[in-house]
């Protein structure tokens, strides 16, 4: 059963969290459903499922069980290193292990499309895994306890895409018992975003879809694919910030406060901003975890001869063309991560230019234009992004 795509699914998630909604109205602790409920939805999601493997059906559910296993033993062998010592080599081995089932996931797909040894959402859960592991290293967390490492693994109301949540602020909801009325206030919230959700996702979108993507999909000539540019990107934002806050609102109706996903991204007023706008627990992630690190390492270690922009522009390189890879190893999804890296080091260059004119930065008619030609430059990328060029 897929997530959020029948009717028959929200039945289910909803009965998986009516306990945990019951227990937060009447001020209780939630943290042993939230595990159980993940357990529960695991079995929904992978239990009925088989997959291709070396011409042989594998459980699905036995592949998640197998993986969770790996993980956590990997988390814990790695915490109790650090609590003995800080290695930045065992960093980045216990990285490169966490992110090894996936890379074998992308790159069999691209090698054996018919051998497909993934499951539903381990993108989302390997970046958690990944995250849990930072907070190891950098010392934000005393200590990982594997009921709450497990629930924020495999939460089930953003297992298959995202948001992503950090492993500190999860487990803070995890761990903490809020007040009858907090967590009443976050039901309220969490409804009104679920309706908003379904609202994007399944009547814009699929209206969209079935106007606009599907006519213009096989239209030929430039106006053509031009019409399917800005048909596709409109649909993919409904559709994707759809799923995001019905997302949003059922990790609500289990006191859990997922973070937001989406800010108004096509109003951004240049591609930096969209950036912060655009799946921005993603986008985030990568800032933090991938282009800061560099850039920092990059800075220190004067390996560009102290040149901060150059070691800005290698950085967004290397984060962009991840993030691609992380959608998929086709060339669009490259191509895609390279587009987005050249415009943030172009918008870098002309960050440069403007601080010199500050009254045309500050003025309304550069905002609107700014908002004009990010938003077009954006849903080029989404062009590349869809694979219609090729």
Not at 145 to 160: C, D, H, M
Not at 253 to 276: C, K, M
Not at 371 to 383: E, K, P, W
Request: hydrophobic share 50%; aromatic share 16%.
């Amino acid at each position: 059963m897929l997530p959020y795509t029948d009717f028959p699914y929200f039945l289910v998630i909803l009965a998986v969290a009516l306990p945990a909604l019951l227990l937060g109205v009447a001020g209780r602790s939630r943290s042993g459903w939230l595990l159980a409920a993940a357990g529960l939805m695991a079995v929904v999601h992978h239990g009925p499922r088989s997959i291709p493997l070396g011409g042989h059906g594998v459980s699905e559910l036995a592949l998640v069980l197998s993986y969770a296993a790996f993980q956590l033993a990997l988390a814990f062998a790695f915490a109790r290193f650090r609590a003995r010592r800080r290695s930045p080599q065992i960093f980045a081995l216990a990285v490169a292990a966490s992110l090894a089932p996936l890379f074998a996931v992308k790159l069999g797909s691209q090698l054996r499309p018919d051998s497909l040894a993934g499951f539903i959402g381990i993108s989302y859960v390997t970046f958690r895994a990944v995250d849990a592991l930072i907070h190891v290293h950098d010392g934000l967390t005393p200590a990982l306890r594997p009921r709450a490492y497990l629930a924020y693994l495999f939460f089930p109301a953003t297992i298959s895409s995202g948001p992503i949540d950090r492993y500190r602020r999860f487990v803070a909801d995890f761990e903490t018992t809020p007040s009858r009325d907090d967590f009443l206030e976050r039901l309220d919230f969490g409804v009104g975003r679920l309706f908003q959700g379904l609202l994007y996702k399944f009547v814009v979108a699929g209206l969209i879809q079935e106007l606009l993507v599907a006519r213009f999909e096989a239209a030929q000539g430039v106006l053509g694919v031009v019409a399917y540019m800005y048909a596709y990107s409109a649909y993919l934002f409904f559709d994707f910030a759809g799923y995001s806050a019905i997302a949003v609102g059922i990790g609500r109706l289990f006191g859990v406060r997922s973070p937001e996903n989406f800010d108004r991204p096509y109003l951004a007023t240049n591609i930096a901003d969209f950036w912060n706008r655009w799946h921005i627990s993603l986008s985030t992630w990568f800032r933090d975890h991938v282009y800061m690190r560099f850039v920092i390492a990059a800075t220190r270690g004067r390996w560009f001869g102290g040149n901060r922009y150059w070691a800005s522009a290698v950085g967004f390189l290397l984060t962009f063309l991840l993030m691609g890879a992380w959608h998929g190893l086709e060339p669009r999804y490259l191509a895609y991560g390279g587009y987005h890296a050249a415009l943030l080091i172009a918008h870098q260059s002309i960050g440069r230019w403007t601080r010199r004119r500050p009254q045309l930065a500050a003025s309304r008619a550069w905002r609107w234009l700014g908002i004009a030609v990010t938003l077009n430059a954006v849903c080029f990328g989404f062009l590349i992004f869809s694979g219609r060029l090729g």
